[in-house]
């Protein structure tokens, strides 16, 4: 009765530690002191206002308990890309003080829209640790969308650029993609993202992005989606905006719309695990034409 007593305690006493534990664990990030550089930034997305400190008593409101409970890990209290988890996470956290962000509808160079930011915070990013956080509501995207601004100056100096307008998409045709792999390899695409789209050109190994650190290039032959988004409007504005910080440019000042839809259609042709049209087409003519088509690269390569 007695060991059975003395077991009883011990299971009793280390299921307190457990759960005290479990406790710590839980809600460390309460100690974060979350610092931004202003506390009266807003967001506006399809109408609902979204804030950091919402109260005008410098009191903290949802934006940061929201930020402290889902971002301040990776981001860091500061909004800088170097929180706890920074240290093992390839690539690094956004840096939210430089307000240099990759995925915008505007030119290269200005700031995203507060659409902007909400799609990137909603679809999150392949190939990073950055999730989709599409099980937030709007307004605590909207709050988060607040916070990310509050860390950098920029956004009281600076408005958002005009997004950039999108024509409508050509039909697919042969001839499209074609053109499309004549411009893929004059504007040396290949020598970052590969002859192929498996993002091994021979500069991938040396690309940083613009804090230094080592960036890869996409590989279109895996996956579903781009890191921008999953359509081919989505990859016609990453041409056209660049992904800024990172060494892929605007081309918005060298190549002309039809161009970038060309470029569009044989980009699709990469992505050999989707099947899609664009591929299916090109694979047929291929066939139909064997040994007709000039490796990508060959004039360039030493």
């Not at 995207?141 to 998409?169: C, H, N, Q, Y």
């Not at 695409?189 to 690309?207: F, N, Q, V």
Request: with cysteine; aromatic share 10%; proline share 8%.
């Amino acid at each position: 009765m007695k060991l059975t007593i003395k077991a009883a305690s011990y299971f009793f006493s280390g299921f307190l530690v457990l759960a005290f534990m479990g406790a710590i664990t839980c809600f460390a990030q309460i100690d974060h002191n979350i610092t931004p550089y202003t506390k009266t930034m807003t967001s506006n997305i399809h109408g609902i206002t979204g804030r950091a400190y919402g109260d005008g008593q410098m009191r903290p409101d949802v934006g940061v308990q929201l930020f402290r409970r889902y971002c301040v890990g990776c981001h860091g209290p500061q909004g800088n890309g170097e929180g706890e988890n920074a240290s093992w996470i390839d690539p690094k956290p956004r840096d939210f003080t430089v307000a240099t962000f990759e995925c915008r509808s505007t030119p290269t160079g200005t700031l995203p829209t507060d659409e902007d930011l909400f799609d990137s915070i909603t679809r999150g990013f392949v190939t990073t640790n950055m999730p989709s956080w599409k099980a937030l509501t709007v307004q605590d995207r909207a709050d988060l969308i607040a916070m990310v601004k509050s860390f950098s100056p920029r956004w009281e100096k600076d408005k958002p650029g005009t997004p950039i307008t999108i024509p409508p998409e050509p039909a697919l045709t042969i001839e499209s993609i074609l053109r499309g792999r004549q411009n893929f390899d004059k504007l040396q695409c290949w020598k970052c993202h590969g002859p192929e789209g498996h993002g091994d050109g021979p500069s991938a190994s040396t690309l940083t992005n613009d804090k230094g650190d080592p960036i890869r290039p996409y590989n279109f032959s895996t996956g579903t989606r781009f890191k921008c988004g999953a359509t081919n409007q989505d990859l016609y504005r990453i041409f056209m905006t660049g992904l800024d910080g990172t060494p892929m440019p605007s081309f918005a000042d060298v190549v002309k719309p039809d161009e970038a839809w060309d470029l569009v259609h044989f980009l699709r042709t990469l992505q050999v695990s989707l099947k899609t049209p664009e591929l299916a087409l090109f694979r047929k003519w291929v066939a139909a034409h064997p040994g007709q088509l000039k490796p990508i690269g060959q004039e360039q390569a030493p």
